[in-house]
């Protein structure tokens, strides 16, 4: 019993840095992405627009899968830390180029146009499935 207890208390402060870390390139990748964004998510969200509301819910999950994955591969917390970044990037770009391929794209979200969101929410999310796949090896 004291094996385990003495595992756990080394193992737990890692596992929370590391978690705090990736929750801390979380923040600042959603931050990152509402600044990059032609439209208000939270405004729109607010105001019951479910389009915006798919966007950022969907964007979230993109930027949180490339950094599980991360989390989940990497032991040091600094390797956690810079292929994070990496990650970030690799998302917030997927961002900018779908919305160079999609028309009007602030127009429809603005107006609410669900079949836009989920063309925009998909294709983040399928490049974060792979940038996560690349990122676990």
């Known amino acids: 019993m004291s094996d385990i207890l003495a595992t756990l208390g080394t193992g737990l402060p890692v596992l929370a840095l590391q978690f705090a870390v990736t929750l801390a390139l979380l923040t600042v990748g959603a931050v990152i992405y509402m600044a990059l964004t032609p439209f208000h998510e939270r ?24 950094l599980a994955a991360t989390l989940a591969t990497s032991s040091v917390t600094l390797d956690i830390l810079l292929w994070g970044v990496v990650a970030l990037v690799i998302q917030l ?6 919305a160079m391929f999609i028309p009007n794209l602030r127009g429809m979200i603005e107006q609410g146009n ?24």
């Open 114 to 137: 669900v079949a836009a969101a989920c063309v925009l929410t998909g294709i983040q999310i399928a490049v974060a499935l792979l940038n996560a796949g690349a990122m676990a090896g």
């Open 43 to 66: 405004e729109l969200v607010a105001a019951g627009n479910v389009a915006a509301g798919i966007v950022l819910a969907g964007t979230l999950v993109a930027l949180a899968i490339p």
């Open 93 to 98: 770009a997927t961002f900018r180029l779908a």
